[in-house]
C-alpha cells in the first residue's frame, strides 16, 4: 500500500513562503501524476495543482496561479509545494494525492486520485 505524508505547514504572516512536501512510502510514485489539494474551514476540498509523472507537466487553479509552484524528486520520491505571496484566503488544510493509474496525466479533478495523505495545516494571517 501506498502511504503519503505532508509536512512544512504551519503559520505565517501574509506576503510570506512556504514549502511543503510529500513523500510518498510503499510504493514509488514516480510513475504516477500527483496533485496538491486543500480545504478550508466550512467549505469543499478544492484542487491546487498537479504535476505529471515525469514532471514536466503542470497544472494550477487559478487562484494559485504565479504564487505557488509545484515539483517533484522522483529519486526522493517526494513532491512539493512552494507557496508564495501567501493570503489569509490560502488558510487550509493541504493534502497530498496521486494519481489512479499509472502513466496518467495529471488532472485537478479529485475523482482521479485514489491515494491520500492525512494533511498538514497552513495558517495565513493578515
Known amino acids: 500500500q501506498v502511504q503519503l505524508l505532508e509536512s512544512g505547514g504551519g503559520s505565517v504572516q501574509a506576503g510570506g513562503s512556504l514549502r511543503l512536501s510529500c513523500a510518498a512510502s510503499g510504493r514509488t510514485l514516480s510513475r504516477y501524476a500527483m496533485g496538491w489539494f486543500r480545504q478550508a474551514p466550512g467549505k469543499d476540498r478544492e484542487s491546487v495543482a498537479a504535476i505529471s509523472w515525469s514532471g514536466t507537466s503542470t497544472v494550477y487553479a487559478d487562484s494559485v496561479k504565479g504564487r505557488f509552484t509545484i515539483s517533484r524528486d522522483n529519486a526522493k520520491n517526494t513532491m512539493y509545494l512552494q507557496m508564495n505571496s501567501l493570503k489569509p484566503e490560502d488558510t487550509a488544510v493541504y493534502y497530498c494525492?496521486?494519481?489512479?493509474?499509472?502513466?496518467?496525466?495529471?488532472?485537478?479533478?479529485?475523482?482521479?486520485?485514489?491515494?491520500w495523505g492525512q494533511g498538514t495545516q497552513v495558517t495565513v494571517s493578515s
Open positions: 494525492a496521486g494519481r489512479n493509474g499509472m502513466w496518467r496525466p495529471p488532472t485537478l479533478s479529485q475523482n482521479d486520485y485514489d491515494y
